[in-house]
Structures are given as C-alpha cells and as structure tokens.
C-alpha cells in the first residue's frame, strides 16, 4: 500500500505568489514525523522542513509552513512569496515509528513546482 | 563544507562490469544510509548503518550489492555486475540520534549511474 500520496504531479505558479504542495500519507503508527525536501535539477535533496507526530503547533522555516491535520492524515507544504529559485522537484516523506527503532524514509513520487516571472 | 559529499558524481560504465561508491557522512553523524532514485520517482530506502553496524537492508538491495562502513565514518557501495536496470542516482544520507525525535536525514549530492 502506498504510504505517502502526492496528487499533484506539476504545478506552476506566478513568481511571488503562495503556493501549497499537497501530501496524504497512511500509517498505523502514532509515533512518526513528517518531511519535506526539495530537489533541485542539480539532484541534491535539501531538508525544507519536519514535523513531528506529537507536534501541536503547525511545523515554519522562514518562507515554508507546513499544514499539519493529523486526522486527515495530510501534510501539505505552503511556499509563501515563491521566488524562481523555487522552481525544483518537491517530496513529502515519512518516517515512521520511533526514532531510536526505526529510522528509513518513505518518500512520495514528488511534485515538480515551476516558477513563472 | 561540512555536509554530506559523494565521490565520484557520475559514473557510465559497461554491463557486467563492478562500481564503487562512496560517501563521506556529516562529521559525527553516526548513521548512515543509502537510498536509490530512478528517473521520475521519489527515492527508495537500500540500507542504512549505525556507526558500522548495517542494521536494515530494503529487498532492493540484491546479492550484487554490498555496502560497508568499515570504521563508522564513511561507506562503500559496491555494484557486482552491472545490469542496465542498475541505472541510477544513488543518494547517501547522515543524521544524528543525538537529534532526537526530531532527527533528519541530510542528503548528499548523490552519484549518477550510467550502465551502458
């Protein structure tokens, strides 16, 4: 079974503009945290942004917030004031369990987000 | 820089031939892992280390595939015979138990592999 779900295979928006990356993941688990990293054509996968399961605030990194609604079981990624460098591929990902027992990432297939001028 | 670098970025070679990888971790970080990428896809968990034990080893990693991380620092990956299907960008990971529940796996810039 498909454990993270991106819908939405590209995306383009207007520079400055806010954006959200939709991602639904499945897990049994209570215990386990949330990601998303950006990869640009370069192929480098950058960490963006984690939250945790327990978590009770919404997960922000400067211009990245992350939508958090643990009943709906989704994370969705929220780029405010996109900016061209933002263009990349987008992945949602999930490790799930404890940290200290399991520790491998399950990522989603990824969103490419494309930047207009 | 003190981030995760790989050696060497791209490689092509010829079926049936071996290749070696390797990935030099965040100083410290004393888990290690490897991951698989096709063109197209999300990457996909191979195995992963902590310190020099490999603890977890995904189905994808067939017998033609060994990793090491022989002093706990930096790791190999070695490919047996290459096969077509090999084709790849194999991405290495670190992170830090010190972390705690919030522990993250930063990424190298991963080796392209061309098997021809």
């Known amino acids: 079974a498909q454990k993270i779900t991106q819908t939405q295979p590209g995306m383009f928006v207007q520079e400055k503009e806010a954006v959200t990356l939709d991602c639904t993941y499945d897990t049994s688990d209570q215990s386990y945290g949330l990601f998303w990293y950006k990869q640009p054509s370069s192929g480098e996968m950058i960490f963006l942004i984690y939250?945790?399961?327990?978590?009770?605030q919404n997960a922000t990194e400067g211009r990245y917030s992350l939508n958090f609604q643990k009943a709906r079981k989704s994370a969705n990624l929220v780029i405010s004031a996109s900016q061209l460098g933002d263009s990349a591929m987008y992945f949602c990902?999930?490790?799930?369990?404890?940290?200290?027992?399991?520790?491998?990432?399950?990522f989603g297939s990824g969103t490419r987000l494309s930047i207009r001028p | 820089d003190t981030g995760v670098s790989q050696n060497p970025r791209h490689k092509i070679t010829k079926r049936g031939q071996n290749v070696t990888f390797r990935c030099d971790p965040i100083s410290e970080h004393n888990r290690l892992y490897w991951y698989r990428q096709t063109l197209g896809q999300g990457p996909e968990f191979l195995t992963y280390?902590?310190?020099?034990?490999?603890?977890?080893k995904s189905r994808l990693l067939s017998d033609r595939f060994s990793a090491e991380r022989p002093k706990g620092s930096f790791s190999t990956l070695e490919i047996q015979r290459t096969e077509q299907g090999d084709s790849a960008m194999y991405l290495c990971?670190?992170?830090?138990?010190?972390?705690?529940?919030?522990?993250?796996?930063?990424f190298g810039p991963g080796t392209r592999l061309l098997v021809l």
């Open positions: 939250q945790g399961s327990y978590d009770e």
């Open positions: 280390f902590q310190n020099e034990a490999q603890l977890e």
């Open positions: 990971a670190s992170s830090s138990l010190t972390e705690g529940a919030r522990e993250t796996q930063y």
């Open positions: 990902a999930m490790r799930e369990g404890r940290y200290s027992s399991a520790s491998k990432i399950i």
